[in-house]
């Protein structure tokens, strides 16, 4: 199985400033999605971001963006213009795009934004 | 968008009684379902992949029988803890894939599980 590294338990950043997770992740295949999902403290997860591995421009979703460096399997997270709703749990997960279709997490980073 | 829902929400149940948690996607057919496990501050753990009409996959590790799943429909998946004890106790999280596409999975807002 694919496995999803997120080496930042914990990060916080002050209202209004910008914050970026780690993600890396390892596997041999060629074709796969990656995913950022947060997770509020009502447990629902909800979609961030995501990322074809075929694509070389980087992901944005407004004040969300990734880096995603394919041959170093780097897959940030970078939040601009942070909000005290941003404060989660946020998870990095890895999808292939042959075999199977289940998501692979990473260990998560919880995001605290300071007022 | 998508919608999936999970019943009951929060349950308690005593040590040896078995519990059914549903997950039902709501507007869209879910030709597969998956069922995670997370404990407090953890990640999502895969327990296994349920497909409409056959039996489900389990994760190495998952007991199959502890653990029974059925997937009956194609808005409907059924998590069955049996014989439930207070090492179960956990949130449970179901997911649906509506296709192949890239992210086409949703997921329900979880059941908390707590045996006693």
């Known amino acids: 199985a694919q496995t999803v590294t997120q080496s930042q338990p914990e990060m916080s950043v002050q209202e209004a400033e910008t914050v970026t997770l780690s993600c890396t992740y390892d596997?041999?295949?060629?074709?796969?999605?990656l995913f950022w999902y947060k997770q509020p403290p009502s447990r629902q997860m909800i979609l961030v971001i995501r990322?074809?591995?075929?694509?070389?421009q980087n992901a944005t979703e407004n004040r969300f963006s990734v880096n995603f460096q394919k041959a170093a399997k780097s897959f940030s997270l970078k939040i601009s213009d942070s909000q005290l709703g941003d404060a989660a749990m946020y998870f990095c997960?890895?999808?292939?795009?042959?075999?199977?279709?289940?998501?692979?997490f990473g260990t998560g980073t919880s995001l605290t934004v300071i007022p | 968008g998508a919608v999936v829902s999970q019943h009951p929400s929060w349950v308690i149940c005593k040590s040896g009684t078995s519990v059914k948690i549903e997950c039902r996607s709501l507007?869209?057919?879910?030709?597969?379902m998956f069922w995670y496990r997370q404990f407090p501050k953890q990640s999502l753990m895969l327990m296994a992949t349920?497909?409409?009409?056959?039996?489900?996959?389990?994760e190495q590790g998952v007991e199959k029988d502890k653990f029974l799943i059925n997937h009956a429909s194609l808005t409907l998946s059924t998590l069955t803890v049996t014989s439930a004890h207070p090492e179960d106790s956990s949130f449970y999280i179901c997911?649906?894939?509506?296709?192949?596409?890239?992210?086409?999975?949703?997921f329900g807002p979880g059941t908390r599980l707590t045996v006693l």
């Open positions: 990322q074809e591995a075929y694509k070389q």
């Open positions: 507007d869209f057919q879910a030709t597969t």
């Open positions: 997960a890895y999808r292939s795009a042959n075999t199977g279709n289940q998501f692979y």
């Open positions: 997911s649906a894939d509506r296709g192949r596409a890239v992210n086409e999975q949703f």
């Open positions: 349920s497909n409409e009409g056959s039996k489900a996959t389990y």
């Open positions: 596997t041999s295949e060629s074709d796969y999605y």
